[in-house]
């Protein structure tokens, strides 16, 4: 299987994403950093738009079985403890819970999040796509520059997209 394939397939995976992949590319197939970084955030874009589509249509038709109605009621409680940046804070607050790079943050569980406090679709795409840009570029910061380069870059760009996203929101409100 091609490297590239496997980078783009690390990071469509819920439970590593662009945390996994990125290491991989730049560390073990020693990837320019920008290349593994592009690789990683389109990969870990792949499944936003269908979970974001389905998310709701699924859950409530397999819920009428009991193993899957089980698994839903135990996704939907962790996200919602996990994720009360977004209830309280709706597209932005989604955004920064993406863009913080630790397990159980990604984009997989704000598309989760979205569809649990009903952040429109037109909303969670920009914010989810966001947020998988700055957490990507903080994992390559952490990985090329160390923890103070990662802290450095995250905060930067946080702030940027912070600001043109509020602007965003701002338009599309009035």
Known sequence: MP???????????????????IPVALGLFQMTWWYGFCLSVVGNLIPV????IAL??????????????????WLFARTRRRSDIVRR????????FVAIPLP????WT???AAFLFGVDLMQALP???????????????LIK??????IIAGGALTFIALTSFMGWVRRDRA
């Open 3 to 21: 490297r590239e394939l496997i980078v783009v397939a690390i990071a469509t995976l819920p439970v590593f994403e662009l945390r996994g992949s």
């Open 49 to 52: 738009v269908p979970l974001l």
């Open 145 to 150: 520059l160390g923890v103070v380069g990662a």
């Open 89 to 96: 804070y709706g597209a932005v607050g989604l955004m920064l």
């Open 56 to 73: 709701g249509p699924v859950s409530q038709r397999l819920s009428r079985f009991a193993i899957w109605d089980r698994f839903f009621q």
């Open 127 to 141: 914010a989810i796509i966001l947020g998988v840009c700055i957490a990507g570029t903080v994992v390559t910061s």
């Open 110 to 112: 704000g598309c989760v």
């Open 104 to 107: 159980v943050t990604g984009a």
